[in-house]
């Protein structure tokens, strides 16, 4: 990673963040639980060390849930609009960055696919769907 920081926010922009460098694991996670929190198929997850994390705004307006019964899932959101924020590992060790909520380029891609085994019944891998660069007029 270079030494200019990545910036992320939330949808309604009173939360922003700060990441100095990440730890070079970007993956995607199809576990229920990530699924069940974001609303997909799997989260697009970044991690970074506590110490590399910064809130710049609104630290106070991150709502978090933490599973009694998980060993290191956890959730941050906005409190205003619901965007996925970072989160805290359970661990303490790790801080998790959802992908969708970075501003700039973290300088590293998805390198792998975690807890496949827990696939939602309905995911299609998206190289086989059609793609279009915008709402097609017409849906399926």
Excluded at 6 to 30: D, E, K, R, V
Excluded at 31 to 39: A, D
Excluded at 57 to 80: M, S
Aim: aromatic share 10%.
């Amino acid at each position: 990673m270079s030494d200019q920081e990545i910036y992320g926010s939330c949808l309604c922009g009173q939360i922003a963040y700060a990441l100095s460098s990440h730890l070079g694991i970007f993956q995607y996670c199809h576990c229920s639980r990530c699924r069940k929190f974001t609303g997909s198929a799997m989260a697009s997850n970044l991690l970074a060390t506590p110490k590399a994390f910064r809130w710049l705004r609104g630290a106070d307006k991150v709502g978090t849930y933490q599973l009694e019964t998980a060993k290191h899932f956890a959730t941050a959101f906005c409190k205003r609009c619901g965007s996925s924020m970072p989160w805290f590992a359970q661990t303490g060790k790790v801080v998790v960055v959802p992908a969708g909520s970075l501003d700039s380029d973290p300088g590293v891609r998805p390198s792998q696919n975690i807890f496949c085994a827990s696939d939602a019944a309905w995911y299609v891998e998206p190289g086989e769907l059609p793609m279009h660069d915008e709402l097609p007029l017409k849906q399926p």
